[in-house]
């Protein structure tokens, strides 16, 4: 009976190598196991990577041909033939609210006054409907057609119905008191202007700087050059409207020169339609209410949290911003 009872350390000592290789061989496997994983991981990362690196390569090439100046030319000749068509409107209109419609000079350069408040007032509403949710080209192209019918029913009213007798309203013939419908028709027309240009002119100038990628140095150059010539494209309108239009309208060619307008305008949306396939576009992002109500709120309840060091501070991964249609904003120690 002694040689059993000195056996069972053996046993006991048998069964902790026999559990300890099969722990070991375990732990191999399971290490085997995660070695694995991590590479296969590691394989979908460089996969996706590879994926993502040709999805940019197709991306860039795909932005060259889209974009760039001559396509920003076609926006500076829309800008210029919009201009030309708008003040054909504006310039004259004192007089033809005094000649025509019988208005006194107060009245006149009081509705004139509203009237190019509502323009301002409709940039407004077209900047914010291009950036949160229409996108740039539909707006410009929207409103563009808002011009084209106010111009076309200002044209038939001062036609049919408010020029009695023809090329009245010189400052020498006068015109008969004017019907409801054609003065109803004549106040419709001049304001779906209004609203059409106030909503054009800001969008058409954000979607031409669009055309021009400022992460590059020439594109920076470009897009501030962009501008100037939009300016500039503005005041060869304005210059036009302002001799030619206003010898016809001022000498009673009153509906010839809304008409000269009228195809101005036309002519421009044909212009800015022609780009339609090849202009940069820039996704809407939005209503930006919320989160310029968020930004209060946080700052609000964050007034004594101690301002986070760089490396501290977060950061959304890759270049695009969390925010559809918007840039990615890098942090800076200088003031943006």
């Given at each position: 009976m002694a040689a059993p009872e000195d056996?069972?350390?053996?046993?006991?000592?048998?069964?902790y190598e026999e559990i300890s290789s099969s722990r070991q061989v375990e732990a191999e496997i399971s290490g085997s196991r995660q070695v694995e994983a991590e590479i296969s991981s590691s394989?979908?990362?460089?996969?996706?990577?590879?994926?993502?690196?040709?999805?940019?390569?197709e991306n860039k090439l795909k932005s060259k041909k889209k974009g760039g100046w001559k396509l920003a030319i076609l926006l500076l000749v829309n800008q210029g033939l919009a201009?030309?068509?708008?003040?054909?409107?504006?310039?004259?209109?004192?007089?033809?609210?005094?000649?025509?419609?019988?208005?006194?000079?107060?009245?006149?350069?009081?509705?004139?006054?509203?009237?190019t408040g509502t323009v301002y007032l409709c940039s407004l509403i077209g900047a914010?409907?291009?950036?949160?949710?229409?996108?740039?080209?539909?707006?410009?192209?929207?409103?563009?057609?808002?011009?084209?019918?106010?111009?076309?029913?200002?044209?038939?009213?001062?036609?049919?119905?408010?020029?009695?007798?023809a090329d009245c309203g010189d400052g020498i013939?006068?015109?008969?008191?004017?019907?409801?419908?054609?003065?109803?028709?004549?106040?419709?027309?001049?304001?779906?202007?209004?609203?059409?240009?106030g909503g054009h002119q800001p969008t058409l100038a954000t979607l031409g700087s669009d055309q021009f990628d400022d992460s590059h140095p020439?594109?920076?150059?470009?897009?501030?050059?962009?501008?100037?010539?939009?300016?500039?494209a503005l005041n060869v309108g304005s210059l036009f409207s302002n001799t030619i239009l206003v010898y016809y309208e001022d000498s009673g060619k009153w509906t010839l020169g809304f008409l000269v307008s009228l195809g101005s305008a036309i002519i421009a949306l044909l212009v800015y339609l022609l780009g339609t396939t090849r202009y940069r576009y820039m996704k809407a992002s939005g209503n930006p209410l919320p989160r310029v109500a968020q930004v209060f709120v946080a700052a609000y309840r964050k007034w004594g949290v101690p301002p986070a060091a760089v490396n501290d501070l977060y950061e959304v991964?890759?270049?695009?911003?969390?925010?559809?249609?918007?840039?990615?904003i890098l942090h800076s120690d200088d003031f943006k």
């Open positions: 056996s069972i350390p053996e046993i006991e000592g048998k069964a394989r979908k990362v460089e996969a996706e990577n590879i994926n993502e690196n040709i999805t940019d390569g201009t030309l068509a708008f003040f054909g409107l504006g310039v004259n209109l004192v007089l033809f609210l005094t000649r025509v419609l019988g208005h006194d000079n107060a009245n006149a350069a009081r509705s004139v006054s509203t009237w914010f409907l291009s950036d949160s949710y229409w996108g740039r080209y539909l707006t410009c192209a929207i409103f563009q057609l808002i011009i084209v019918l106010g111009l076309g029913i200002l044209s038939l009213a001062s036609w049919l119905f408010l020029l009695k007798p013939r006068r015109c008969t008191i004017p019907s409801e419908p054609g003065v109803a028709m004549f106040y419709l027309s001049i304001y779906l202007v209004a609203f059409g240009y020439k594109g920076a150059i470009s897009k501030a050059a962009f501008f100037s010539y939009f300016y500039f991964q890759g270049t695009e911003s969390a925010i559809k249609g918007s840039r990615k």
